[in-house]
């Protein structure tokens, strides 16, 4: 899986491309969420578009990214679900747990209405 | 039902190659029984986390055991059975990802979607071998061509 960071206004977004599944995927996908806490960064957009493929382990890498946000106070979002990832988050009613959106401006500015830091 | 089958019949080491290995190999039976792109992606991923049950949690990555992997293309099925050296596991005793307490939970959704995603689920402990899931997919289409084994 290939990743990539950028700033926009006080949200991090990381494009994400390939495949979020056991072993190198979920290994990447924890370690940069925990290095942007770690540097205190808690407003996070995740862009899932080029996703290829996630698995049961990177359903579980995308909560597990949620709750430790959350837990510092901060906030994980989804952004540009293709179809099987939308899919596999409504069977697991995990899209009743995170915000997903469509559209990147809008993403962004709905993490600017929340009262995080 | 007569039984015309295509077989793929392979035994796997217990690593994450193996998992690749399998969902190739399922992948081209799912595409040359004539499944649909949906339904091709919910027999590989049904594929991919029995395997990774068998790798990870049966055989426990150890080098000394084996995965025992069969594939076979029906005129009106799919069945795929897979087989580990492990201990086994009661499928009823899981506990379920969609209840509210469990939703934030890791892990333990990989039963869950490979029940969602195929029409039948078998788990049957074998005395002194190991245990051996049964998936089987129903195929609509009987527009199937025969399938080789690499």
Redesign the interface.
């Known amino acids: 899986m290939k990743t990539t960071t950028r700033q926009v206004d006080s949200v991090v977004v990381v494009d994400l491309n390939g495949r979020i599944?056991?072993?190198e995927g979920c290994s990447q996908l924890r370690e940069l969420i925990r290095d942007l806490l770690a540097k205190g960064h808690k407003k996070i957009l995740l862009n899932l578009a080029d996703v290829t493929y996630i698995?049961?382990?990177g359903?579980?890498?995308l909560?597990?990214g949620?709750?430790a946000t959350s837990n510092q106070g901060g906030e994980l979002k989804l952004l540009n679900l293709t179809k099987?990832v939308h899919d596999?988050l409504q069977?697991?009613?995990?899209l009743?747990?995170f915000d997903v959106h469509e559209d990147e401006a809008k993403a962004i500015a709905s993490f600017e209405k929340g009262a995080t830091a | 039902m007569k039984a015309d089958p295509n077989t793929v019949e392979i035994t796997l080491a217990s690593d994450?190659r193996s998992?690749e290995a399998a969902e190739e190999i399922t992948h081209k039976a799912c595409e040359a029984a004539g499944l649909d792109a949906e339904d091709q992606?919910k027999v590989e991923?049904a594929v991919?986390?029995s395997m990774?049950n068998a790798v990870?949690h049966g055989n426990k990555f150890d080098d000394a055991k084996r995965i025992w992997f069969r594939l076979q293309v029906f005129p009106d099925r799919l069945e795929i059975r897979i087989r580990d050296q492990g201990e086994g596991f009661d499928p009823d005793s899981l506990a379920d990802?969609?209840e509210s307490e469990n939703?934030?939970?890791?892990?333990g959704?990989?039963i869950?979607?490979i029940r969602?995603f195929m029409d039948e689920f078998r788990v049957q402990k074998l005395p002194g071998i190991g245990t051996e899931v049964t998936l089987l997919k129903r195929i609509a289409t009987r527009n199937q061509n025969l399938i080789k084994e690499d």
């Open positions: 599944t056991l072993g698995d049961s382990s359903i579980g890498e909560v597990s949620f709750t099987k596999l069977i697991t009613k995990l009743t747990v | 994450l998992v992606h991923m991919h986390e990774i990870c990802p969609l939703l934030l939970r890791i892990s959704r990989g869950f979607l969602a």
